[in-house]
């Protein structure tokens, strides 16, 4: 018989710390053993990564083409309405959405799901605002993860300023990709130049002893760019994945 393409389970968790349910998908790879460990991949956004940046059917195909070490990706859904105050560094939920992620998603997930319990197998994702609380709980965790995939993040320059004061980074690479078009986004607080920011944090990161991939091309800050570039992300995460096993 041949080997399921994709599989996809769903749960529905309570959080404490956020007062609602929040949705999570989980891609578990083709012929997924409970006998052995695998890496795992949180996104924010998590929905859209699976439905609009199509990574379960990339990552799938990948996998049984030899192409990405088998893994388990993990797609957290975000309440629209409250997107900024649980992503945005000062938003009114920040706190209590780093605390659903470190106390109570990621526990609950890596308890019913056979992963390897070390940073250097997990990683984490973030597209925009999601790129900025991937780097925060990278900064304010200790060890979570050590590996990060960041799409055309929203460095205003309060995170830049934030990102300059912090001395070190837990994670040790990461995967920046920004548009080339990305130079004036519309976002609720205004216009903003995101490729000049993401050029800049680029400095900051690798000023921190970062291993920085970064690339920027043709673009602009919609998910049809993101899409085209997951299967390098999933590249660059087995790199570090073989990397660590070795």
Not at 32 to 43: G, K, M, N, R, S
Not at 154 to 167: D, F, G, H, Q
Request: some cysteine.
């Amino acid at each position: 018989m041949d080997a399921p393409k994709r599989r996809i389970v769903g749960h529905t968790l309570y959080s404490a710390h956020l007062n609602e349910e929040r949705t999570v998908k989980i891609f578990l790879p083709p012929n997924y053993d409970e006998q052995l460990t695998y890496p795992i991949l949180y996104c924010h956004d998590g929905n859209e990564f699976f439905s609009h940046g199509r990574i379960a059917t990339i990552a799938a195909d990948m996998i049984l083409t030899g192409q990405l070490t088998p893994c388990l990706i993990v797609g957290i859904a975000v309440n629209h309405e409250r997107r900024t105050a649980d992503y945005s560094l000062f938003g009114e939920r920040n706190d209590a959405y780093i605390r659903f992620v470190t106390t109570e998603c990621i526990p609950y997930i890596e308890s019913l799901y056979k992963v390897k319990h070390d940073p250097m197998y997990r990683a984490m994702a973030g597209i925009s605002l999601g790129a900025v609380v991937t780097l925060e709980l990278s900064f304010e965790t200790t060890h979570l993860f050590n590996h990060m995939a960041l799409f055309s993040g929203a460095y205003y320059n309060e995170v830049l300023t934030y990102a300059s004061r912090i001395p070190t980074a837990h994670a040790t690479s990461v995967f920046m990709l920004v548009g080339e078009q990305e130079t004036d986004v519309e976002t609720p607080g205004g216009h903003h130049d995101f490729l000049k920011a993401n050029r800049d944090m680029k400095v900051l990161l690798e000023d921190m002893g970062l291993d920085v991939t970064y690339q920027e091309a043709p673009g602009t800050h919609i998910w049809g760019f993101w899409q085209r570039h997951i299967p390098e992300v999933l590249h660059f995460l087995d790199r570090g994945w073989k990397e660590s096993s070795t």
